[in-house]
T-cell receptor
Framework: AQSVTQLGSHVSVSEGALVLLRCNYSSSVPPYLFWYVQYPNQGLQLLLKYTTGATLVKGINGFEAEFKKSETSFHLTKPSAHMSDAAEYFCAVRTPNRDDKIIFGKGTRLHILP | NAGVTQTPKFRILKIGQSMTLQCTQDMNHNYMYWYRQDPGMGLKLIYYSVGAGITDKGEVPNGYNVSRSTTEDFPLRLELAAPSQTSVYFC?????????????FGPGTRLTVL
């Protein structure tokens, strides 16, 4: 069965500092992986996704993530945090050609310190 | 193109009351989903549908019902509201079964049961 683990329910970084949000997955086959962002009082929107090909994926707002099969990880990074990045971030996994559903992690709330 | 719309945005129910949460998408997506989001718990799948006339249970279906009479609409019904159903509800859609397609989310309905 698929599962997603996000380390840290809350992460705080200073404005201008590196953002690193961790995601590890469990899947019996190479999965498709997603990062979603949720701003306060809004729905989720896609930041980036990995399906096949290049393992370093770039998304919106300067975020990127790297698929590391050997570590079963898909960590989200951004070189320099901005106040507008304060939000909740969800990692998600979907099994190719097998399932109609996405499994979401529990989320990590990112706080940006001035 | 409005995407996924949900009504109402907020609702307070008394225990035992019933209500329907509306969800409509104008992207001609076959797949639609209902999630609930509770603090620190991520998103839990309630029901999903792979096309008009077809619905299936997700992870937490008890206390809810759905129908899918058209491609566009996927209402969620609460028959006897309970305090445990206090949550934020999100509707989502995706084009087809291809796993690389992300889900598109509505803005959510915040429900309180007192």
């Amino acid at each position: 069965a698929q599962s997603v683990t996000q380390l840290g329910s809350h992460v705080s970084v200073s404005e201008g500092a590196l953002v690193l949000l961790r995601c590890n997955y469990s899947s019996s086959v190479p999965p498709y992986l997603f990062w979603y962002v949720q701003y306060p009082n809004q729905g989720l929107q896609l930041l980036l996704k990995y399906t096949t090909g290049a393992t370093l994926v770039k998304g919106i707002n300067g975020f990127e993530a790297e698929f590391k099969k050997s570590e079963t990880s898909f960590h989200l990074t951004k070189p320099s945090a901005h106040m507008s990045d304060a939000a909740e971030y969800f990692c998600a996994v979907r099994t190719p050609n097998r399932d109609d559903k996405i499994i979401f992690g529990k989320g990590t709330r990112l706080h940006i310190l001035p | 193109n409005a995407g996924v719309t949900q009504t109402p945005k907020f609702r307070i129910l008394k225990i035992g009351q019933s209500m329907t949460l509306q969800c409509t998408q104008d992207m001609n997506h076959n797949y639609m989903y209902w999630y609930r989001q509770d603090p620190g718990m991520g998103l839990k799948l309630i029901y999903y549908s792979v096309g008009a006339g077809i619905t299936d249970k997700g992870e937490v279906p008890n206390g809810y019902n759905v129908s899918r009479s058209t491609t566009e609409d996927f209402p969620l019904r609460l028959e006897l509201a309970a305090p445990s159903q206090t949550s934020v509800y999100f509707c989502a859609s995706s084009p087809d079964r291809n796993s690389y397609n992300e889900q598109f989310f509505g803005p959510g309905t915040r429900l309180t049961v007192l």
